[in-house]
């Protein structure tokens, strides 16, 4: 178990919907990221909050947002859904900057 | 931009030594990561490597070369439960970790 809690497992929804995935950080872990894994992609980066404050941005559309609470865990919002968006989401944190990464278990979201 | 490269599959017999390579172009180098992956599960950390050379972690073992931009994961003693996928990842000064496609490594008896 790494530390990262991430809801919901699985999600299935339809196109043109929006959906939320929610993550927690490790304890004391400042940086959260998040990652998109598809079959033939990889694992791509979307984008990193340190502290509560966008840090850098990956590959992330302009139907996503995301943002990092007070508390410091993040939610990474999907909207306008589209079959290609079916994918694993994976959060990962870290306790600051440029630092190995502890991976969440993911969701795997579903676009019908 | 990163361009990370690693073969997509290999295969290897139990018991036996695997090398997977990973090869990159980067600027701003900040550190190279390994990662193993079983299939529908979270990566997990094996290895980091900043600085030229071998760093040894019991059966896994990472090298680097900064000048080649040049990587390897040494796997020993290979057992069944190392079948997973092997993902390089190149940290770069003002983004976060990028990822390879990873290597799909099947060990078979």
């Known amino acids: 178990d790494s530390g990262v809690t991430q809801t919901p497992k699985h999600l299935i929804t339809a196109t043109g919907q929006r959906v939320t995935l929610r993550c927690s950080p490790r304890?004391?872990?400042?940086?959260v990221y998040w990652y998109q894994q598809s079959l033939d992609q990889g694992l791509q980066f979307l984008i990193q909050y340190y502290n509560g404050e966008e840090r850098a941005k990956g590959n992330i559309l302009e139907r996503f947002s995301a943002q990092q609470f007070p508390d410091l865990h993040s939610e990474l919002n999907l909207s306008s859904l589209e079959l290609g968006d079916s994918a694993l989401y994976f959060c990962a944190s870290s306790p600051r900057d440029s630092e190995k990464l502890f991976f969440g278990s993911g969701t795997q979201l579903s676009v019908l | 931009g990163q361009n990370i490269d690693q073969p997509t599959e290999m295969t290897a017999t139990e018991g036996a030594i695997v090398q997977i390579n990973c090869t990159y172009q980067t600027s701003g180098f900040n550190g190279l990561f390994w990662y193993q992956q079983h299939a529908g599960e979270a990566p997990t950390f094996l290895s980091y490597?900043?600085?030229?050379g071998l760093e040894e972690k019991g059966r896994f073992s990472s090298f680097l070369s900064r000048s080649k931009g040049y990587s390897y994961l040494l796997l020993k003693e290979l057992q069944m439960k190392d079948s997973a996928s092997y993902l390089c990842?190149?940290?770069?000064?003002?983004?976060?970790?990028?990822f390879g496609k990873g290597t799909t490594l099947s060990v078979s008896s």
């Open positions: 990842a190149v940290l770069q000064a003002g983004t976060a970790l990028i």
């Open positions: 304890s004391g872990d400042l940086s």
């Open positions: 490597n900043v600085l030229d």
